[in-house]
Antibody, heavy 117, light 108 residues
Framework: EVHLVESGGGRVQPGESLRLSCGDP????????MNWVRQAPGKGLEWVSS???????YYRDSVRGRFTISRDISENTLYLQMHSLRPEDTAVYYC???????????WGQGTLVTVSA | SYVLTQPPSVSVAPGQTARLSCGGD??????VHWYQQRPGQAPVLVVS???DRPSRIPERFSGSNSGNSATLTISRVEAGDEADYYC???????????FGPGTKVSVL
């Protein structure tokens, strides 16, 4: 069973940066489509970013230019580097991976990011 | 971008059938995926590509898609089915993954 684990969440002030990490030693981040999906407190799910098997990266408009998704093949780890954080970025961030680019198969338990003064 | 609509809530008695709708313009031409999120837990994929069910998901869960509405059907509803359910598509025009607002299923 896939067990993706996120880390790196925390509380930061507006404008600051944070890097999220995600991995499962038994699940290859380079052989699967990897994604970040977030959920603001009490709200619905919102796709944030994806990195495809071929290396292509995709972002929702509101984070493009501020967030960067990447993967370290040697460490088998997925990252989300977040800069210029805003209060509206406050959410639980889920790492999600799978063998399809169409849907989100295996979800981590999430890490909470709080952006507040 | 593409917009999905879902009723905010559905109530169903144990043992009955719940039908959750997901509306969108010509959604029948798209692949729709469904997720279950129990309180305090991460989402779980329950149906992919309109009708496909992962092996670990009970046969009570089924999906359909036609016209302007997709449906997730939960047969013989159990207390453990109480959760939020989200539909999702990929919008090829904008390269966005779009989620519906979610439907909260309450088991009476």
């Amino acid at each position: 069973e896939v067990h993706l684990v996120e880390s790196g969440g925390g509380r930061v002030q507006p404008g600051e940066s944070l890097r999220l990490s995600c991995g499962d030693p038994e699940f290859s981040v380079s052989s699967n489509y990897m994604n970040w999906v977030r959920q603001a407190p009490g709200k619905g799910l919102e796709w944030v970013s994806s990195i495809y098997v071929g290396g292509g990266t995709y972002y929702r408009d509101s984070v493009r230019g501020r967030f960067t998704i990447s993967r370290d093949i040697s460490e088998n780890t997925l990252y989300l580097q977040m800069h210029s954080l805003r209060p509206e970025d406050t959410a639980v961030y889920y790492c999600v991976g799978g063998d399809s680019s169409s849907y989100f198969e295996h979800w981590g338990q999430g890490t909470l990011v709080t952006v507040s003064a | 971008s593409y917009v999905l609509t879902q009723p905010p809530s559905v109530s169903v008695a144990p043992g009955q059938t719940a039908r959750l709708s997901c509306g969108g313009d010509n959604i029948g031409n798209r692949a729709v995926h469904w997720y279950q999120q129990r309180p305090g837990q991460a989402p779980v994929l329950v149906v992919s590509y309109n009708t496909d069910r992962p092996s670990r998901i009970p046969e009570r869960f089924s999906g359909s898609n036609s016209g302007n509405s997709a449906t997730l059907t939960i047969s013989r509803v159990e207390a453990g089915d109480e959760a939020d359910y989200y539909c999702q598509v990929w919008d090829s025009r904008t390269d966005d993954y779009v989620f519906g607002p979610g439907t909260k299923v309450s088991v009476l």
